[in-house]
């Protein structure tokens, strides 16, 4: 008698994620599903999730996510939410922190025993602390550090640039904000700061990291799998619903134009960048002329704004979209190199934007859009 066995085939991936409160898991509420949206646009991070509520586990105090006020009058503290995943598949797989973040808005629903949490990153403390300070003499580095600490954050800043002057103190009024400052926010400032020097502004936990954006490196570039081997065969890719994107108005040409002028000396500066490089007159290229005005700013300063522009528009001109299996590691600020097109598309591109989505019928998969942002020539990627 001959007996024929198949092996068991090896477990890819087995995706596990838990969510600790304030630093320690809580065994009243498992994590059921969670959608976390992670970009390098001017917004904070967003975790949306559903927890399943144990009732027989609750404390005597009170479920976490329903706090009552320390005393008459009393602000309601923070809740730190900490969203980690892993690969069970891999021996010694250590957690990784995903999203770290304070709690906005909690729905209970007792007959289904669910509570859905919507969470924002440590950018959400900028975002809702008001410019209520002038300063004098100080960089746009002090500047920033200076608000970031004012939020009970820890910051991070490297960027490096001159005196940024005096921003009005903002009053209690709103109509006193309109007419002094068109900064209504501490975050909208740091933004501003940040992108004149070409840096990030983003939270890495509880820390505020405003720094220039890294360049791709064998630890931070992921491959996107993808082989054409001719009509007769299927493309083999491994993005789901992979998408190529290309804007032909930006491709028929861009020129940024920035312009500054000093009341006080009555002089004026214009400077121009475009594919062929930057100039204080416009030249003879064509293309859509986007202009900016930077008052106060010095020749070197509007060189760096204007290819910082740049580089911003020309990014839209090609654009990668798909669903990937879910990556730990991945996040916006990594790279993604694609090969095997035959396209334009092809080169190392920047993660823009990842949407994680999990879930223990669903898995763990993640929506991912890159782009060019540092192109060296018009709408180009990086080789």
């Known amino acids: 008698?001959?007996?024929?066995?198949?092996?068991?085939?090896?477990?890819?991936?087995?995706?596990?994620?838990?969510?600790?409160?304030g630093g320690v898991e809580r065994a009243e509420t498992g994590l059921e599903q969670f959608t976390l949206s992670r970009t390098r646009y001017s917004r904070a991070d967003t975790l949306d999730m559903t927890l399943a509520v144990d009732r027989t586990r609750i404390p005597s105090g009170g479920a976490w996510f329903d706090l009552q006020p320390a005393g008459q009058g009393e602000t309601l503290p923070d809740i730190d939410i900490?969203?980690?995943?892993?690969?069970?598949?891999q021996d010694g797989a250590q957690w990784v922190t995903m999203f770290r973040g304070i709690v906005d808005h909690v729905g209970l629903s007792p007959a289904a025993t669910t509570v859905q949490v919507q969470?924002?990153?440590?950018?959400?403390?900028?975002?809702?602390?008001?410019?209520?300070?002038?300063?004098?003499?100080?960089?746009?580095?002090?500047?920033?550090?200076?608000?970031?600490?004012?939020?009970?954050?820890?910051?991070?800043?490297t960027l490096t640039d001159a005196m940024v002057g005096q921003f009005w103190?903002?009053?209690?009024?709103?109509?006193?904000?309109?007419?002094?400052?068109?900064?209504?926010?501490?975050?909208?400032?740091?933004?501003?700061?940040?992108?004149?020097?070409?840096?990030?502004?983003?939270?890495?936990?509880?820390?505020?990291?405003c720094a220039p954006y890294p360049t791709a490196t064998t630890a931070n570039t992921h491959v996107l799998d993808y082989a054409d081997t001719g009509p007769d065969s299927p493309i083999a890719m491994g993005a789901h619903g992979l998408h190529f994107a290309r804007d032909y108005q930006v491709?028929?040409?861009?020129?940024?134009?920035?312009?500054s002028w000093d009341s006080r000396q009555r002089s004026r500066v214009d400077y121009y960048w475009s594919a062929t490089g930057g100039a204080t007159t416009p030249g003879g290229g064509t293309g859509t002329l986007h202009s900016f005005a930077m008052p106060g700013a010095r020749l070197d300063d509007l060189k760096r704004i204007a290819r910082q522009k740049y580089n911003q528009i020309t990014a839209h001109a090609r654009t990668v979209?798909?669903?990937?299996?879910?990556?730990?590691?991945?996040?916006?600020?990594?790279?993604?190199?694609?090969t095997?097109?035959?396209?334009?598309?092809?080169?190392?591109?920047d993660v823009d934007a990842v949407t994680s989505s999990f879930s223990w019928q669903g898995g763990f998969s993640q929506q991912v859009t890159l782009r060019a942002r540092n192109t060296t020539r018009d709408g180009g990627t990086d080789d």
């Not at 024929?4 to 969510?19: D, G, H, I, L």
């Not at 068109?182 to 740091?190: G, S, V």
């Not at 491709?251 to 312009?259: D, E, F």
């Open 119 to 157: 969470c924002r990153d440590y950018l959400a403390k900028l975002l809702d602390m008001r410019v209520r300070d002038g300063w004098m003499n100080m960089t746009g580095a002090d500047v920033v550090r200076a608000m970031v600490t004012a939020a009970g954050l820890t910051p991070d800043v």
């Open 251 to 259: 491709g028929r040409g861009v020129v940024v134009h920035v312009m």
């Open 1 to 21: 008698m001959t007996v024929a066995t198949t092996s068991t085939p090896p477990t890819w991936r087995m995706p596990r994620a838990r969510v600790l409160v």
């Open 340 to 349: 095997g097109t035959g396209t334009t598309w092809d080169g190392t591109l």
């Open 321 to 338: 979209t798909g669903t990937i299996p879910g990556c730990v590691t991945l996040a916006p600020r990594d790279f993604m190199r694609l």
């Open 82 to 89: 900490t969203l980690q995943m892993r690969d069970a598949a």
């Open 169 to 209: 103190q903002v009053e209690h009024k709103r109509a006193a904000a309109a007419a002094h400052s068109r900064f209504q926010t501490a975050f909208d400032l740091a933004c501003y700061v940040a992108t004149g020097a070409g840096c990030d502004l983003y939270a890495d936990g509880a820390t505020i990291v």
